[in-house]
């Protein structure tokens, strides 16, 4: 059985989901319950906080809506599929098949289309820069990301009510939706 059942009670069979079935009530549920770093971290830091946070980033960056609502997105699969550690994740290609037709589809359902290869970089750039951020923060570790990351936002790195997080990223990816639409953005 393949079939989990969501927040909103809807079932979703993770390898074959369905894009009606992709709630982003579900998606900001579940990634507010989850802490980064499998839990590691000296205090709760949830993986919403941490999209919202890289969406932040993004529009101090002056990147565009599209990016903007893709940081929010960028690990939204891990609501159907559970966050794992990038050192296991890079081991397990059956998972990461599920979990990258998952987010492209979640992409797809929010964004209209799915990232361009610029898109992509900006994203992994401000996710990489955020989780070197997060590491210095919440476990005083400096991690090597391959390049000297900088920040232009102001992200919170404390322990955030998990409602208010809930609430909060959902408002944030309806808002950005909402702007892209209004904007032709989003086009096919």
Same mark, same amino acid.
């Given at each position: 059985?393949?079939?989990?059942?969501?927040y909103?009670?809807k079932t979703?069979d993770?390898?074959?989901p369905q894009?009606?079935?992709i709630?982003?009530?579900?998606?900001a549920h579940?990634?507010s &319950?989850?802490?980064?770093?499998?839990?590691?971290?000296?205090?709760f830091?949830?993986v919403?906080?941490h999209c919202?946070?890289c969406?932040?980033e993004?529009?101090a960056?002056?990147?565009?809506?599209?990016?903007?609502l893709?940081?929010?997105?960028?690990?939204?699969?891990?609501a159907?599929?559970?966050?794992?550690?990038?050192?296991?994740?890079?081991?397990?290609?059956d998972?990461?098949?599920?979990?990258?037709?998952l987010?492209d &589809?979640?992409y797809?359902?929010?964004?209209?289309?799915?990232?361009?290869?610029r898109?992509?970089?900006e994203v992994?750039?401000?996710d990489?820069?955020?989780?070197?951020?997060?590491?210095?923060?919440?476990?005083?570790?400096?991690?090597?990301v391959?390049?000297?990351?900088y920040?232009?936002s102001?992200?919170?790195?404390?322990?955030?009510?998990?409602?208010?997080?809930?609430?909060?990223?959902?408002r944030?990816?309806?808002?950005l939706?909402?702007?892209?639409?209004?904007?032709?953005?989003?086009?096919?």
């Amino acid at each position: 059985m393949s079939a989990i059942t969501l927040y909103t009670g809807k079932t979703m069979d993770i390898t074959t989901p369905q894009k009606e079935n992709i709630d982003i009530a579900d998606i900001a549920h579940s990634l507010s &319950m989850i802490c980064r770093a499998n839990g590691h971290f000296k205090s709760f830091y949830s993986v919403a906080q941490h999209c919202i946070n890289c969406a932040a980033e993004a529009y101090a960056r002056g990147y565009s809506k599209a990016v903007q609502l893709a940081c929010l997105l960028h690990d939204a699969a891990e609501a159907y599929v559970c966050d794992i550690p990038r050192p296991i994740k890079n081991g397990m290609a059956d998972f990461c098949l599920i979990e990258d037709r998952l987010l492209d &589809m979640i992409y797809r359902k929010y964004l209209h289309r799915g990232l361009t290869a610029r898109e992509q970089a900006e994203v992994k750039e401000i996710d990489d820069t955020m989780l070197c951020f997060e590491f210095d923060a919440l476990m005083g570790k400096r991690l090597d990301v391959g390049f000297e990351p900088y920040l232009l936002s102001q992200p919170r790195f404390d322990a955030c009510d998990c409602r208010f997080v809930e609430r909060y990223y959902a408002r944030l990816v309806k808002e950005l939706v909402r702007e892209m639409e209004l904007c032709g953005a989003a086009l096919d």
